[in-house]
C-alpha cells in the first residue's frame, strides 16, 4: 500500500458558496498534500455576498462525527473554524483535552467577511476559557484579536495588535498568528508571537478587492504544514505565501467577494508573490495572507 499522508481533523461549518467554511478547508488540505477529516458544527445559507441564515449541529453529533474517526485514524493535527455554539465549544475543548499531543489550530471565525456574527460574546468568553488553554496556535485577524483579548470596546479602541496578541498569550495559546489585512495599512503586515513576543513580522503588498475565506484558507494551510512535520515560525511563513497566491489568483464567481484559488498551481497559474519584506526569526521572501 502507499503511505499515508497526514491527516487532519477539521471542525467547521458548511459554507454552501465553498468560499470559506468546510470545502475552504478541504480544498487547501488537499492541496498541500493532507487527508481531511471534515467534521460539521454548523450549517450555513450564504453566497459570496453574505450569510442569510445559520444553524448549529446538535453537540452530540458533533462529538461523534470527530470520535468515530479519532478511534480509526491518527491524526497530525486538528483545525477548529466556526464552532457554532457554545455546546459545541465544550465537545471540541474534552475532545483536545484527551488529545493533548495533537497540535490545535484555532481561527476564531467571530464574523462572516460580510460582516454577519458567528460568535456570541458568551462564546467568546467560553472560547477564552475552555479552547484557548488547548490552542497550539491561534490565528485571528486584527480585530478579532482585540475582541478576544477584552470585552471592554474602549479598550478595544486603544489596543494595538501587539498588545493584543500579548494579552491572548495569556489565555494559553502557544503562538498567536495576527493578521493586518483589517488594519489601515498600504502594506499588510502579519505576525506571530510566542511567550517571548514577536517571532517574525511579515509584509505584503496589499491586493485589490475582498476575499471570502482567507482566513480559512492560512489556517487550513498552516495546520497542513505543521501536519507534515514543519516548525511553527516555518509553517507560518510558507503557509502565508500559499494563501497569497491563492488570493493573487482569485476568482469571482458571483455576486460577492473574490474567492481564494487554492488550486492555482494545478491550473497553471505559477504567478509571483509581490515583493515585501520580512524580519524577524527567519527572513525570507514576502508572504501574506
Given at each position: 500500500?502507499?503511505?499515508?499522508?497526514?491527516?487532519?481533523?477539521?471542525?467547521?461549518?458548511?459554507?454552501?458558496?465553498?468560499?470559506?467554511?468546510?470545502?475552504?478547508?478541504?480544498?487547501?488540505?488537499?492541496?498541500?498534500?493532507?487527508?481531511?477529516?471534515?467534521?460539521?458544527?454548523?450549517?450555513?445559507?450564504?453566497?459570496?455576498?453574505g450569510?442569510?441564515?445559520?444553524?448549529?449541529?446538535?453537540?452530540?453529533?458533533?462529538?461523534?462525527?470527530?470520535?468515530?474517526?479519532?478511534?480509526?485514524?491518527?491524526?497530525?493535527?486538528?483545525?477548529?473554524?466556526?464552532?457554532?455554539?457554545?455546546?459545541?465549544?465544550?465537545v471540541?475543548?474534552e475532545?483536545?483535552a484527551?488529545?493533548?499531543?495533537?497540535?490545535?489550530?484555532?481561527?476564531?471565525?467571530?464574523?462572516?467577511?460580510?460582516?454577519?456574527?458567528?460568535?456570541?460574546?458568551e462564546?467568546i468568553?467560553?472560547?477564552?476559557?475552555?479552547?484557548?488553554?488547548?490552542?497550539?496556535?491561534?490565528?485571528?485577524?486584527?480585530?478579532?484579536a482585540?475582541?478576544?483579548?477584552?470585552?471592554d470596546?474602549?479598550?478595544?479602541?486603544g489596543?494595538?495588535?501587539?498588545?493584543?496578541?500579548?494579552r491572548?498569550?495569556?489565555?494559553?495559546?502557544?503562538?498567536?498568528?495576527?493578521?493586518?489585512?483589517?488594519?489601515?495599512?498600504?502594506?499588510?503586515?502579519?505576525?506571530?508571537?510566542?511567550?517571548?513576543?514577536?517571532?517574525?513580522?511579515?509584509?505584503?503588498d496589499?491586493?485589490?478587492?475582498?476575499f471570502?475565506?482567507?482566513?480559512?484558507?492560512?489556517?487550513?494551510?498552516?495546520?497542513?504544514?505543521?501536519?507534515?512535520?514543519?516548525?511553527?515560525?516555518?509553517?507560518?511563513?510558507?503557509?502565508?505565501?500559499?494563501?497569497?497566491?491563492?488570493?493573487?489568483?482569485?476568482?469571482?464567481?458571483?455576486?460577492?467577494?473574490?474567492?481564494?484559488?487554492?488550486m492555482?498551481?494545478?491550473?497553471g497559474?505559477?504567478?509571483?508573490?509581490?515583493?515585501?519584506?520580512?524580519?524577524?526569526?527567519?527572513?525570507?521572501?514576502?508572504?501574506?495572507?
Amino acid at each position: 500500500m502507499n503511505d499515508t499522508p497526514p491527516i487532519v481533523l477539521v471542525f467547521a461549518g458548511n459554507d454552501p458558496s465553498a468560499g470559506a467554511g468546510l470545502a475552504a478547508d478541504l480544498l487547501t488540505f488537499a492541496s498541500l498534500g493532507c487527508h481531511a477529516l471534515p467534521v460539521v458544527t454548523a450549517l450555513t445559507v450564504q453566497d459570496t455576498a453574505g450569510m442569510e441564515d445559520f444553524t448549529a449541529v446538535d453537540p452530540d453529533i458533533v462529538s461523534d462525527q470527530a470520535r468515530f474517526v479519532l478511534e480509526d485514524m491518527q491524526v497530525a493535527a486538528i483545525k477548529v473554524g466556526v464552532i457554532g455554539s457554545i455546546e459545541n465549544l465544550a465537545v471540541i475543548a474534552e475532545i483536545a483535552a484527551d488529545y493533548p499531543d495533537v497540535p490545535l489550530i484555532l481561527d476564531p471565525v467571530l464574523t462572516t467577511g460580510g460582516g454577519d456574527e458567528f460568535a456570541t460574546d458568551e462564546l467568546i468568553n467560553a472560547m477564552r476559557e475552555l479552547l484557548l488553554p488547548h490552542t497550539t496556535v491561534l490565528t485571528p485577524n486584527s480585530v478579532e484579536a482585540r475582541r478576544l483579548a477584552t470585552d471592554d470596546s474602549d479598550e478595544q479602541e486603544g489596543m494595538t495588535s501587539d498588545e493584543a496578541a500579548l494579552r491572548l498569550r495569556q489565555f494559553g495559546p502557544e503562538y498567536v498568528l495576527v493578521t493586518g489585512t483589517h488594519e489601515n495599512t498600504p502594506n499588510v503586515a502579519n505576525a506571530l508571537f510566542n511567550r517571548s513576543g514577536r517571532v517574525r513580522v511579515d509584509t505584503w503588498d496589499r491586493l485589490p478587492g475582498s476575499f471570502h475565506g482567507s482566513g480559512c484558507t492560512l489556517a487550513s494551510a498552516l495546520t497542513a504544514l505543521i501536519a507534515c512535520g514543519m516548525d511553527i515560525p516555518t509553517a507560518a511563513k510558507e503557509a502565508q505565501e500559499y494563501t497569497y497566491q491563492t488570493l493573487k489568483h482569485a476568482f469571482r464567481p458571483g455576486m460577492g467577494q473574490f474567492i481564494p484559488d487554492r488550486m492555482f498551481w494545478a491550473r497553471g497559474n505559477n504567478g509571483n508573490a509581490a515583493e515585501g519584506e520580512s524580519e524577524g526569526e527567519a527572513p525570507e521572501e514576502p508572504k501574506a495572507d
